[in-house]
């Protein structure tokens, strides 16, 4: 019962933080010199009588307040209303997210299970030449901007001709059999994937290094060697449990360095994703679809970090005891 009730305050909590980046995103893209209809103004088949249409549909015409008042009844009732070009905004999301959270999942889960291991035998073989190409590596990696490191990739592949570039699948991906779409779908995803791999991985190796330095430092790890304890106990039952819970507790922000990572890597290799989507809506000045499509990231980054003190208690009996 303690644990539901931690999960309720959490999501109450979270409400006046979604008002309030629903509030900043609004008014920045409304107040912004970009006009929502430029594209319809210089086409030349559209009539005046259109645009007065679209100008209504979409509140241009009233005060920005009551503008925001309107999108927030209807994004309560779960209505995110319509694109500039006239398609319903859920159906893109619904399009969308899911080939975020594909690439950011397999991201993550790379990272982890090479980033965590790495990290360790870094900080157990500590000053030798493992130690320290780990450390030009990580530092390389956390150097290179990921929009960069993407542009490389690309060129990359035009170049050699072995990984598709733009799209999630082929073409023809529904004439496929089920082994040939794999196979396509890890295709298109190995350069997205690879950038985001390398620079996630430096930053999560390099802190996994430094807490397991820590905790190797620390009294009770010395006091379990002087009881005759071997190293793999000392290292792998003392102190990894205390060195991996900081990086629990960082899950959900590297989560948040994904998805903002991944709107320039998805727009590089022309990723059908969110980030890609959110990117070209702010471009077009398109208020339905950035506000529809910034709230769903904001609620994406909420849930991850739930998720990390969620995986936080349940490895730390002193933190759940605390919480319920």
Known sequence: ???????????????????????????????????????????????????????????????????????????????????????????KLKERIPNTLLLTTIVIFLTWIVGIPLGIFAAVKKETVFDRFLTVFSSIGMAIPSFFFAILMLMFAVKTGWFPVGGLTSYNFNEMSFGSKFLDLVKHLVLPVTVLFAISLSGLQRQMRANMLEVLDSDYVKFARAKGLSEFKVIFKHALRNAVNPMITLLGFEFAGLLSGAALTEYVFQYPGLGRLILEAVMKSDINLVMASLMMGTIMLILGNLIADILLMLTDPRIRSNKT
């Not at 088949?45 to 307040?65: A, C, F, G």
């Open 1 to 91: 019962m303690g644990f539901a009730k931690y999960i309720t305050r959490r999501i109450i909590q979270v409400i006046p933080l979604l008002i309030l980046v629903s509030l900043i995103s609004f008014f920045i893209i409304r107040l912004s010199p970009i006009d929502p209809l430029a594209e319809l103004r210089l086409n030349p088949s559209i009539s005046e009588e259109t645009l007065q249409k679209e100008i209504k549909r979409l509140n241009l015409d009233k005060p920005i307040y009551v503008q925001y008042v309107s999108w927030a009844k209807s994004f309560v009732k779960g209505d995110l209303g319509y694109t500039s070009a006239g398609e319903k905004v859920s159906v």
